[in-house]
């Protein structure tokens, strides 16, 4: 371990010039450079009135993903359940005639508990939980906060987005 | 309750009142007082409690009384795979998140015997320094304005929402992040995504200078922080001050240097040193960090190989999505590591990474199951913070507020 000595440009008490040491001088300096900032674009976003466009890569809330058929991509395998480090999915799993042999007879994600991790769309077996580019969730009960089948299902074709970004690099 | 009331705080008092005490209550002019400070002051960063007693304006001593925001995470991570740990370390150090995504994995990887790809580690590195930025750039913003400068810190944010909209390409969230997985990354690195980190490199710097230009000629700002909260080399390695902390004193130790992990060997950079060791010096290293994180990540982007961003170990990490989909064998794979864990062989290892605050360090305990038998967080905050008493005795109290902001503590890591 070298010893290194300071460098000289940064400035202590000690090494202020006394132009500096008036302080004025450096104040009007320092307010038209802060007056100058005003005529620069705008940084931030008006966001009630501008709504955020979220990428393809955006985890927002996790949805079903629903076939043309009207019907689940979930096997109700528990995988997403089992993965979630939040404990936010509960999946029940019942028999159907289709040629998938399950479906979640009940799959509930409790959104107040999600915390938008995208654990359950990695580890789906069958890419039927994905996550979406919803962002804005509010509540004025902690029951509407469960979301069941009837708010997660998304039809495939609103997700094309993600689907397309999952396939391509994940 | 009651029970540990009463053994808790009178050993504070007792810390804090020792033998040297004039405590009487006859002449409010003539004694000692004892204040209160946190944890709900918007100046200790977070929910950090002091105990300072007073002489006038002068303190003589000081105790900090950390835990207000303990969650247990050393004592979840035993509940839980290593892969379900991931979301949790990101809110250790909630300023930089990836940072401790970075040092997570390597942990686990280290413990299991697992390789990630060279273009993982690349971007590892990357999202590591961009961290450092990001973070460095929350310190120096809130520091200045600890010690009354508030548009430095309008305009640091400025810039780190720009490295948050880096990580909204990336991997999908600004703040939470979760983008590290055992083995690599959760997903390539997108081309959009590198293309706005190069961006946001280039802009960097002048921008870097308008911020600092505010104030580092400013008397008013110089005069209160020159050679307040000051501690020496010595004292500084024997508390164990780890990061930009320690460099301020005039110690050169950087792991990415001294021990090199990921590919930080194949990357040349300086480490900046000051030898005053007090507030103005460590504000001066963050700059300088920051400059030459910038620098790191420009030439991370130059080098940056092509390929997989995943190890193939079937059994340990996780197989990609579409041969998880169309193969029997992946498809069992995946059941198993989420399930059961990644079972890494019997044994302990510690691993530490510099992190954005310090020597960022996990300490696991495998007893070959799917989980960690026991894991120790070696966060730098906590190690940090134990110096406070030391360094704000004999100063005033808004010196306090000055010397917390300068020692950067993120409350999340040091109670975990
Ligand atoms: S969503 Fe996917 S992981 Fe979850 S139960 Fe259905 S098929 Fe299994
Ligand atoms: S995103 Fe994460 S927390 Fe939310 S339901 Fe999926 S696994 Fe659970």
């Excluded at chain 2, 007082?33 to 409690?49: D, F």
């Amino acid at each position: 371990m070298e010893e290194v000595e300071s460098k000289p440009v940064k400035r202590r008490t000690k090494d202020l010039n006394l132009w500096e040491k008036i302080y004025i001088p450096e104040i009007i300096k320092g307010l038209a450079l802060t007056f100058r900032n005003i005529f620069r674009p705008k940084f931030t976003m008006e966001y009630p009135e501008v709504k955020f466009e979220p990428p393809a890569s955006y985890r927002g809330r996790p949805v079903l993903v629903q076939e043309e058929s009207g019907v689940e991509r979930c096997v109700a395998c528990g995988l997403c359940s089992r993965v979630c480090p939040a404990l936010a999915i509960e999946v029940q799993a019942a028999e159907t005639e289709l040629e998938k042999e399950r479906f979640p007879e009940k799959f509930e994600i409790n959104m107040i508990r999600c915390i938008f991790c995208g654990f359950c769309e990695e580890v789906c077996p069958e890419e039927a939980i994905v996550m979406s580019k919803d962002y804005e969730l509010a509540f004025f009960n902690r029951e509407d906060a469960l979301y069941g089948k009837d708010k997660l299902l998304v039809p495939a074709s609103e997700l094309e987005d993600r689907i397309k970004f999952l396939r391509q690099y994940k | 309750m009651d029970q540990l009331e009463k053994e808790v705080q009178p050993k504070i008092l007792e810390a804090l009142l020792n033998a040297k005490t004039d405590y009487t209550f006859d002449d409010a002019l003539e004694n000692e007082m004892v204040l209160n400070m946190g944890p709900q002051h918007p100046a200790t960063h977070g929910v950090l409690r002091l105990l300072l007693r007073l002489d006038g304006e002068r303190i003589v001593a000081c105790v900090p009384d950390l835990g207000y925001l303990h969650r247990g995470y050393e004592k979840m991570a035993e509940n839980m795979t290593y892969y379900e740990y991931i979301p949790h370390t990101d809110r250790l150090d909630y300023i930089s998140p990836m940072a401790n995504n970075v040092a997570w994995v390597l942990a686990v990887e280290k413990l299991a015997g697992i390789e990630a790809p060279k273009r993982a580690q690349y971007i590892r590195m990357m999202i590591a320094e961009l961290a450092r930025i990001a973070s460095h750039l929350v310190a120096i913003g809130s520091f200045a304005m600890d010690v009354g400068a508030l548009t430095i810190f309008l305009w640091t944010l400025r810039e780190r929402e720009k490295i948050l909209d880096i990580w909204d390409i990336l991997c999908g969230a600004r703040f939470t992040n979760s983008y590290t997985r055992i083995g690599g990354v959760a997903n390539d690195a997108q081309p959009e995504a590198l293309e706005k980190v190069k961006w946001f490199v280039d802009q960097f710097e002048p921008n870097l200078e308008e911020c600092e230009k505010l104030v580092n000629k400013n008397r008013i700002f110089i005069e209160r922080v020159d050679g307040v909260g000051a501690i020496s080399k010595e004292d500084a390695i024997s508390f164990g001050f780890s990061g930009p902390n320690l460099r301020a004193c005039g110690v050169n130790f950087d792991l990415r240097r001294n021990a090199p992990y990921l590919c930080y060997d194949e990357i040349d950079f300086e480490v900046p040193t000051y030898s005053e060791g007090d507030c103005l010096a460590r504000y001066f290293l963050r700059l300088d960090e920051c400059r030459e994180s910038a620098k790191i990540v420009l030439q991370i982007l130059n080098k940056m190989p092509q390929g997989e961003v995943i190890a193939n170990q079937p059994k340990k990490v996780l197989p990609h999505k579409d041969e998880v989909y169309t193969k029997m064998e992946e498809l069992i794979h995946d059941f198993m590591i989420v399930n059961f864990g990644i079972n890494p062989p019997e044994g302990e290892i510690y691993h530490a990474i510099e992190g954005t605050k310090g020597e960022l360090g996990f300490y696991l305990v495998s007893k070959g199951e799917g989980r960690p038998w026991k894991c120790k967080i070696r966060s730098p905050s906590f190690n940090n913070l134990q110096v406070l008493p030391k360094l704000v005795v004999g100063q005033m109290i808004s010196d306090v507020v000055a010397i917390i902001g300068s020692i950067d503590p993120i409350m999340g890591e040091a109670d975990k």
